[in-house]
Every structure is written in structure tokens, then in C-alpha cells.
């Protein structure tokens, strides 16, 4: 099992009861009186909720795109196909979330996904392995260390705890990552931005992107904005800056990377799983290694269908519901015995319209 997935408990966070039809009508009852659920999905765009102690709070709109990595959240995207409305509901699990954090946000995910009468697609998402599709959502995605509650949203420019962060990524895939403040942890491949309130310096490493640059300088002038204009921005280029430069200064000595960071997901195995009770028990038994074949695809039984950097569970329209009800669980069993356990899951009826997963055939 990897070491990092020792930091999560998947049996808190899996939706092991999808499908029973009394789950269906129970969860249905508990959705109707969730009021944040009330107006969702009322027209196309994103909605994001934070749990907050067993809770589902309205996150606000000027921070969406802004993730804390001690909590949980749940993101809805409602898209038009045709003249109807469609929608995706991600949950997002900070690395340092609780177990009764994600645990709820896991829980209402389904009960959103109910309240809609099961038109969604369901995606789980982790900290530093979410899908391409959850970050093309917004224009900036960053990651601030802590829960919300320790942030500084409300905070005046001059009450700001200092911060560190680093802009990686190509292309559209760029974040922006509240990393540990201290000067050991820059690099000359990326853009970091030190934010001291009144007083902003973009460093733009020597070998830094075109993209990260541009990504950065966007986003620091966004924090200015936001702050009314007060604080001084610099940009800095590290090959025309010296050891003794204040920005250097400003940042204490040492280097305290966090454990089980590292550049990159390692992939998974590609293979195509059948999850079947026909002969009595329920078994979990592979069915290609190394390739995948939608001709594979029965509607009498649930499929897992691993790509190598992401997991699909397609649920066929005459699984029985036991098969439904083990999909996610075996779904999550399986990948804690993979390379990377926290690659993006995505539960597909058979029937919705999932482009990303029709894209792997």
C-alpha cells in the first residue's frame, strides 16, 4: 500500500450504498430538507459548498478556485445539453482533512446527486491529483495550507501571516500551491509569489515556463486588485537579482518540503475490472491487462476501467444492487493496492454522457 494512503480512510469516504433502492428513497427524503440543495442546479455554472462540521456551507464566489488544504469540499457544475440541464458534482478531499470532513462531504455528494434525481455524474477528487476536467473549471486553482477558518479573506492587507507560493504546471494545467516559508523551497523551474500584504514580489525562476509567468503575473494582479490597489508588486527575474536581494531576505533560511510530496503521479496499471454477483457472492475479476475494450461492457454488471491516471465505474443499467452497492467500494480497495491510490474515480451510468470516459476507447 503506498505510505501516503495512510492518510485517508477510504471506508469513511466511499458511497458503498449507492443503488438500494430504500437508499434511494431515504437519501431523496434527507436531500428535500438539505437546504443548501434548494436552488442548486438552477442554471449552467459552478457551485461549491465547504463541510464544516457535519454542515454544507455556501463557499464564497470570490474564492472559488481557492481550496484549504484541511477541508473538504463539494464543487456542481451545471452545463446545458440541448434544452436540458445536466450537471457534474466533484468532492474534493484536502490532504489534511478530517475524517468526518470528508466522510460528509462523500455522504452528500450522493445526496445532491439524489436530489437531482441521478442525472449527475459523480467524481471524487484528492489534493494534488485531481482530474484535468475539475481544473479546467477555474481561471486560478490554488491550494492555501490550513483550514478556511485560519485564512485571511477578511483580513486587512497589514494583518496578513506571510506566505509562500508556488506556480507549476504547462499549459492550462497550472496551480498555484501554498507551500512551507522558507527559502529552500524555490527552485529555477518555476514562478513563486511571496505575498507579505502590502508588499507583493513575483520570482520568476530562471528556467520558469511561458505559461507559468503569465499564470502568475495574473494572479498577483488579482491580489492587488483585491486589496484596492495598496500593495507594491514586484516582478523579479533570478538572473538579474543578487544573493542579498530583499527578496531573499524576506524569506527565513532552511528548507521544510512536505512528506509524500513528489513531482508527479506515478501512473496505475491500465486494466478493465467486472464486478458481478451471478454466481451468488460478489466478485471483483479482471477482465483486459493492459488494454481496454468497450466491447467488454455488459449492462448486467458494473465495470472498473483504469486508465493509468484516472478511474472510471461504469454502472450498467442491469447491474443488480449488490453490484451497485460494492462498485465504489471495491472501486476504492482496488486502487489502495495501486501506485497512485488517489487517482481521480468517476461513477458513469450506463446511458450519461461522460466525454472523457468515451475519449479512452
Not at 314 to 333: D, L
Request: aromatic fraction near 12%; glycine fraction near 8%; include cysteine.
Amino acid at each position: 500500500m503506498p505510505k501516503d494512503a495512510e492518510k485517508f480512510d477510504w471506508k469513511a469516504s466511499n458511497l458503498a450504498n449507492f443503488g438500494t433502492d430504500s437508499e434511494k428513497q431515504v437519501k431523496k427524503e434527507s436531500a428535500d430538507l438539505e437546504p443548501a440543495w434548494a436552488e442548486s442546479g438552477s442554471k449552467p455554472g459552478i457551485e461549491i459548498w465547504r463541510i464544516n462540521k457535519f454542515k454544507v456551507e455556501k463557499w464564497p464566489v470570490e474564492d472559488y478556485g481557492k481550496f484549504y488544504s484541511g477541508d473538504s469540499y463539494i464543487i456542481m457544475n451545471t452545463y446545458k445539453d440541448g434544452e436540458s440541464l445536466n450537471y457534474d458534482i466533484h468532492f474534493w478531499i484536502g490532504k489534511y482533512s478530517t475524517a468526518d470532513e470528508y466522510g460528509t462531504a462523500a455522504y452528500k455528494t450522493v445526496e445532491l446527486d439524489t436530489f437531482h434525481d441521478d442525472k449527475p455524474i459523480q467524481h471524487r477528487e484528492v489534493q494534488g491529483h485531481e482530474s484535468p476536467k475539475f481544473k479546467e473549471y477555474f481561471d486560478f486553482y490554488t491550494v492555501m495550507k490550513g483550514g478556511c477558518d485560519s485564512g485571511f479573506r477578511r483580513v486587512g492587507p497589514r494583518g496578513y501571516k506571510p506566505r509562500l507560493f508556488q506556480v507549476v504546471g504547462i499549459k492550462k494545467q497550472i496551480d498555484i500551491i501554498d507551500i512551507p516559508f522558507k527559502r529552500g523551497n524555490l527552485n529555477s523551474e518555476d514562478v513563486f509569489i511571496l505575498d507579505l500584504g502590502l508588499r507583493i514580489y513575483q520570482f520568476n525562476g530562471e528556467t520558469a515556463t511561458k505559461d507559468e509567468k503569465f499564470k502568475a503575473t495574473q494572479y498577483v494582479n488579482n491580489m492587488r486588485s483585491d486589496r484596492q490597489g495598496k500593495p507594491r508588486l514586484d516582478i523579479l527575474e533570478e538572473r538579474s537579482i543578487s544573493p542579498g536581494h530583499r527578496f531573499y531576505k524576506s524569506i527565513p533560511d532552511g528548507a521544510s518540503k512536505e512528506k509524500g510530496e513528489e513531482d508527479g503521479a506515478p501512473a496505475n496499471e491500465i486494466a478493465m475490472y467486472r464486478i458481478s454477483d451471478v454466481s451468488g457472492v460478489t466478485d471483483f475479476n479482471v477482465v483486459l491487462n493492459g488494454s481496454l475494450d468497450r466491447n467488454m461492457l455488459d449492462s448486467k454488471d458494473v465495470f472498473v476501467i483504469n486508465t493509468g491516471t484516472e478511474v472510471y465505474c461504469w454502472v450498467g443499467k442491469g447491474a443488480s444492487i449488490e453490484e451497485r452497492r460494492n462498485a465504489m467500494g471495491y472501486t476504492h480497495k482496488y486502487l489502495m493496492n495501486q501506485p497512485n491510490a488517489f487517482a481521480p474515480i468517476t461513477i458513469v451510468s450506463e446511458g450519461q454522457k461522460c466525454p472523457e470516459l468515451q475519449a479512452i476507447w
